[in-house]
């Protein structure tokens, strides 16, 4: 079993994009959310085509809640480093009619057991709206990172 | 009602299916559970269900309170077994 302590990642300001001009798609905001974690050698670029197909194949489940979408793919699809970067958009990304969401934060799982338990750690960081809305009206990358710092109020 | 099951995809709880099993949950009025380690929660929220961080080979329990629990648990096991999740 995974644990948060297990995690090695730490968030930088290296890995938070504010933008923000309007995009076209959601397609664009994926590569556009992506850039940080292939620059930094996280993710082959492949891996941008495969979270892409996933929403196009199985639809928008990757909005996991108002305003936030957690793009993936499986780790064998050109995952190289455990990571996720956080992607604020100024205009929102529309994903379906009802879907629309203004923060995107990609990861990038290793194996199974480490994107399951990336997966914990964030969904246990973005699961206060009211903070979430805050942030995303702040638009502060250090804000943001503080966020990622706060320990949560969930046991192991 | 509730039953228990080993989630035997290498994948765990993942987004996808947990996405499903909360939205199959929600199409019903019942109080719906999914109990992890000694702990319930609703199984209404995605987010709840994926700070669990379910993995392969882990238990889960589902509780559906009446009325119609037995079908409502079937459809929920329905979901689980199209994602291979049991």
């Known amino acids: ?142 804000e943001i990172l503080k966020l990622f710092k706060d320990p949560v109020l969930m046991e192991e | 009602m509730k039953r228990e099951y080993v989630i035997v995809s290498t994948l765990g709880l993942h987004a996808r299916p947990a996405s499903m099993l909360v939205k199959e949950a929600n199409r019903y009025e019942n109080e719906i559970l999914i109990g992890f380690k000694g702990q319930s929660f609703t199984l209404k929220s995605i987010m709840i269900v994926l700070s669990l961080g379910v993995s392969e080979g882990e238990k889960i329990t589902l509780e559906v309170f009446e009325p119609n629990a037995e079908l409502i648990l079937e459809s929920l096991e329905n979901v689980m077994r199209e994602f291979d999740l049991i």
């Open chain 1, 1 to 142: 079993m995974v644990v948060e302590k297990d995690l090695t990642f730490k968030l930088t300001e290296d890995f938070i994009q504010i933008i923000k001009e309007p995009i076209s798609s959601y397609e664009e905001a994926i590569k556009i959310a992506s850039k940080p974690l292939i620059d930094k050698k996280y993710i082959k670029p492949f891996y941008v085509n495969s979270m892409i197909n996933a929403v196009k194949d199985n639809g928008p489940y990757i909005v996991v809640a108002t305003d936030i979408a957690l793009p993936h793919a499986r780790p064998i699809n050109g995952s190289e480093k455990l990571g996720f970067s956080v992607t604020i958009f100024d205009h929102p990304v529309i994903f379906s009619e009802e879907k629309s969401v203004h923060l995107l934060i990609v990861l990038s799982g290793l194996d199974p057991m480490t994107h399951i338990a990336l997966l914990k750690y964030i969904a246990l960081r973005i699961d206060f709206p009211n903070k979430m809305e805050q942030l995303i009206k702040k638009k502060s990358k250090k």
